[in-house]
C-alpha cells in the first residue's frame, strides 16, 4: 500500500522560509524518482521539483535558485526547503512519484499560503 503524508506547510510572510517533508512508503521510495508538485486555486497541478534515485535535482523555472529538494533515504523521506517566498508560491503541496495522473493515489497535501 502506497502512503505519502506531506506535513511542514503554514502562513509565512513573502521573503520567508518554510521546510516541507514527505513520509513516503518504502514500497515505492527506493525505486522512483520523487517530485514535489504544488496545485493553486483555479489551477492544474505543477511539477516543481525532482529528485532522482540518484540524488540529481530538477526545478522548475519559477521556483529555481529558491528552493530545494532532497531525499533522506534512510528516513524514506523527501523534503523541499523553501526559501524567499513569494505570493505566488501559495498552493497546496504534495509529492509523489513522476507520471502519476490526478486520478491516481495522491496524499492530503500540505497548504503553503504566502501573505503579508
Known amino acids: 500500500q502506497v502512503q505519502l503524508v506531506e506535513s511542514g506547510g503554514g502562513l509565512e510572510h513573502p521573503g520567508g522560509s518554510l521546510r516541507l517533508s514527505c513520509a513516503v512508503s518504502?514500497?515505492?521510495?527506493?525505486?522512483?524518482?520523487m517530485g514535489w508538485y504544488r496545485q493553486a486555486p483555479g489551477k492544474q497541478r505543477e511539477l516543481v521539483a525532482v529528485?532522482?534515485?540518484?540524488?540529481?535535482?530538477n526545478y522548475a523555472a519559477s521556483v529555481t535558485g529558491r528552493f530545494t529538494i532532497s531525499r533522506d533515504n534512510a528516513k524514506n523521506t523527501v523534503l523541499l526547503q523553501m526559501n524567499s517566498l513569494k505570493s505566488e508560491d501559495t498552493a497546496v503541496y504534495y509529492c509523489?512519484?513522476?507520471?502519476?495522473?490526478?486520478?491516481?493515489?495522491w496524499g492530503q497535501g500540505t497548504q503553503v499560503t504566502v501573505s503579508s
Open positions: 518504502e514500497s515505492i521510495f527506493s525505486i522512483f524518482d
Open positions: 509523489n512519484k513522476l507520471g502519476v495522473p490526478d486520478s491516481g493515489y
Open positions: 529528485v532522482h534515485t540518484g540524488g540529481s535535482t
